[in-house]
T-cell receptor
Framework: NAGVTQTPKFRVLKTGQSMTLLCAQD?????MYWYRQDPGMGLRLIHY???????AKGEVPDGYNVSRLKKQNFLLGLESAAPSQTSVYFC???????????????FGPGTRLTVL | SQQGEEDPQALSIQEGENATMNCSYK?????LQWYRQNSGRGLVHLIL?????REKHSGRLRVTLDTSKKSSSLLITASRAADTASYFC?????????????FGKGITLSVRP
């Protein structure tokens, strides 16, 4: 199993350009998430999905859109990139951790995005 | 908004020593989790403790939870150089479809050989 994979690993954009980050998981997980990690800020949730065809906003959704057309894929789009979106982006998927509804998350290796 | 706050921000110890890291949070939780992040990598789940539990063990890891003080601690015993990483606590206030983790800013642990 590859687990959670992210494409691309690195990307440099100019302000105003658009791009899509792809996340794929082969663990048949229902839930998927997109985070951004900035120095001194920890991880912040951008958007998440609780199943194929569903998406929901997280803590910092502005400037991003997502789609979950297939269960195994979760796409993060930047329509008009801004320097404030320079960050490391992590995708995660989760499974139930025993009884009680808690979720254990599995993370991808990250995408380092620089917006000039 | 950051729910969990780890303490200290950075910790440097000698190999073989124990490392204790603390996490405080503000609102009630269903469970609290600890994750490790090696440099340049994604996070890896270490251990989960539910709100009705006080202590859990996993190998060299021991986590405690005090819901009255809204705090948790992670103890790594007999540390190794390979334990060098950033450690994050994450709180989950709910379960099921509404389960979402809120991460702290992390603790940087350095274990000197």
């Amino acid at each position: 199993n590859a687990g959670v994979t992210q494409t691309p690993k690195f990307r440099v954009l100019k302000t105003g350009q658009s791009m899509t980050l792809l996340c794929a998981q082969d663990m048949n997980h229902e839930y998927m998430y997109w985070y951004r990690q900035d120095p001194g800020m920890g991880l912040r949730l951008i958007h998440y999905s609780v199943g194929e065809g569903t998406t929901a906003k997280g803590e910092v959704p502005d400037g991003y859109n997502v789609s979950r057309l297939k269960k195994q894929n979760f796409l993060l789009g930047l329509e008009s990139a801004a320097p404030s979106q320079t960050s490391v982006y992590f995708c995660a998927s989760s499974r139930l951790y025993g009884a009680g509804g808690a979720h254990e998350q599995f993370f991808g290796p990250g995408t380092r995005l620089t917006v000039l | 908004s950051q729910q969990g706050e780890e303490d200290p921000q950075a910790l440097s110890i000698q190999e073989g020593e124990n490392a204790t890291m603390n996490c405080s949070y503000k609102t009630s939780i269903n469970n609290l989790q600890w994750y490790r992040q090696n440099s340049g990598r994604g996070l890896v789940h270490l251990i989960l403790i539910r709100s009705n539990e006080r202590e859990k063990h996993s190998g060299r890891l021991r986590v405690t939870l005090d819901t009255s003080k809204k705090s948790s601690s992670l103890l790594i015993t007999a540390s190794r150089a390979a334990d060098t990483a950033s450690y994050f606590c994450a709180t989950d206030p709910e379960t099921g479809a509404n389960s979402k983790l809120t991460f702290g800013k992390g603790i940087t642990l350095s274990v000197r050989p």
